[in-house]
């Protein structure tokens, strides 16, 4: 079993940059794929990013392609998510979450339901 702990969020203005990291204990976080998820107040939870087990495979939201870098330390046993060009409409809670499962679909990385373990999640607010 695997704990995983966010921290990194905060406020900052539109345009700005953020990184979150997801620091893992109990399990290397090499015997996982890795994913990120948001939830803004009154919406569903969200994907974001993920990274396969090997780490050699990431995928990406539509509305962060291009801006959000999913990565992986093995050596601090933590996953980060880099976010620049931040926007008002990325403001949200945003959690780590791990699962043992294997996916040939990219897509089903995307399902929150798949993943056996989450962090509490840290806040991100992007001002105007």
């Known amino acids: 079993q695997v704990q995983l702990v966010e921290s990194g969020g905060g406020l900052v203005q539109d345009g700005g940059s953020l990184r979150l990291s997801c620091a893992a204990s109990?399990?290397?976080?090499?015997?996982?794929?890795m994913g990120w998820f948001r939830q803004a107040p009154g919406k569903e939870r969200e994907y974001v990013a993920h990274?396969?087990?090997?780490?050699?495979?990431?995928n990406y939201a539509e509305s962060v392609k291009g801006r959000f870098t999913i990565s992986r330390d093995n050596a601090k046993n933590t996953v980060y998510l880099q976010m620049n060009s931040l926007k008002p409409e990325d403001a949200a809670v945003y959690y780590c979450?791990?699962?043992?499962?294997?996916?040939?679909?990219?897509?089903?990385?995307?399902?929150?339901?798949?993943?056996?373990?989450w962090g509490q999640g840290t806040q991100v607010t992007v001002s105007s």
């Open positions: 979450a791990a699962t043992v499962n294997v996916f040939y679909s990219a897509s089903s990385y995307a399902i929150p339901g798949y993943y056996n373990y």
């Open positions: 109990g399990r290397t976080l090499s015997s996982y794929a």
């Open positions: 990274l396969n087990r090997s780490g050699g495979n990431t």
